[in-house]
Nanobody, 111 residues
Framework: QVQLVESGGGLVQPGGSLRLSCAAS????????VKWYRQAPGKPRELVGIIYVDNSTNYIESVKGRFTISRDNTKNTVYLQMSSLKPEDTAVYYCYTRSSWGQGAQVTVSS
């Protein structure tokens, strides 16, 4: 089973930026499709975006133009760069691939 370790969450003011990292185990990471989800208090977990093997990406409408997913296959790591953050982006963010979840990273957007 793939092990995923997230890092990079924290508290940021509205309009600020954060980058989350998701480091994966496994020797065939370059073949993983990786998804980022988030879950706000009292709400269901929602898909934020996906990065495919060819580095193409898709995002939900509410984060398009603000969030960017990228990957570094040499480091077995996927990144979620978040900019122009809004209070409604406050959530625990999770990466997911091959039936495995990261432990979650808290992102709080507040002044």
């Amino acid at each position: 089973q793939v092990q995923l370790v997230e890092s990079g969450g924290g508290l940021v003011q509205p309009g600020g930026s954060l980058r989350l990292s998701c480091a994966a185990s496994g020797s065939d990471f370059r073949f993983y499709v990786v998804k980022w989800y988030r879950q706000a208090p009292g709400k269901p977990r929602e898909l934020v975006g996906i990065i495919y093997v060819d580095n193409s990406t898709n995002y939900i409408e509410s984060v398009k133009g603000r969030f960017t997913i990228s990957r570094d296959n040499t480091k077995n790591t996927v990144y979620l760069q978040m900019s122009s953050l809004k209070p409604e982006d406050t959530a625990v963010y999770y990466c997911y691939t091959r039936s495995s979840w990261g432990q979650g990273a808290q992102v709080t957007v507040s002044s």
